[in-house]
């Protein structure tokens, strides 16, 4: 199924944000928008109609991100780099 993608992009977000839910729409022409959850009103619209990789770029940006890691021998890197300069 095509969707695939994008179902694993909401889920991401859904796990990124603890207090709002999220959910995907996908219309008859195969596009995708993504939805916040309103409890018993309407779902409200966050975004347009877009194609898969559209929609997957979009929902990975929404929202609140997830930190990077970072090893420890990536800040003695960054150190050695800064000492260079």
Do not use: C, H, W
Not at 34 to 58: C, H, K, M, W, Y
């Amino acid at each position: 199924m095509r969707s695939t993608r994008a179902t694993a992009a909401v889920e991401r977000l859904n796990a990124r944000s603890t207090d709002v839910r999220y959910s995907m729409v996908r219309t008859a022409e195969e596009l995708f928008y993504l939805t916040q959850n309103a409890g018993f009103e309407a779902p409200i619209r966050l975004s347009e109609a877009l194609e898969l990789d559209a929609f997957v770029r979009f929902v990975n940006a929404y929202g609140p991100q997830k930190p990077k890691r970072i090893s420890k021998l990536d800040v003695a890197f960054e150190k050695q780099l800064q000492k260079k300069d």
